[in-house]
């Protein structure tokens, strides 16, 4: 997932993300991190918040997930 680097480039932390589409800021960490995974609803939320597409939060690297 291509969270960590998305949300770096637009300047907003953790936190500010979390609080935009309504989880826990150790929930954003969880899905930077890998250890979980942000539902559709959430993820559409994401892209709305971050200004970009649900492919390219989706993307890990060049690949898509």
């Known amino acids: 997932m ?3 680097k998305i949300r770096a480039e637009r300047g907003f932390t953790q936190a500010q993300v979390a ?3 309504g989880v ?3 929930t954003v960490a ?3 991190a890998g250890a979980a ?3 559709v609803a959430t993820l559409q939320a994401l892209a709305v918040a971050l200004k970009c597409s649900i492919d390219e939060l989706l993307r890990d ?3 898509e997930m």
């Open 30 to 32: 969880k899905w930077e």
């Open 24 to 26: 826990d800021q150790t």
């Open 37 to 39: 995974k942000p539902r």
């Open 19 to 21: 609080k935009l589409v």
């Open 2 to 4: 291509n969270l960590a």
């Open 61 to 63: 690297g060049g690949k």
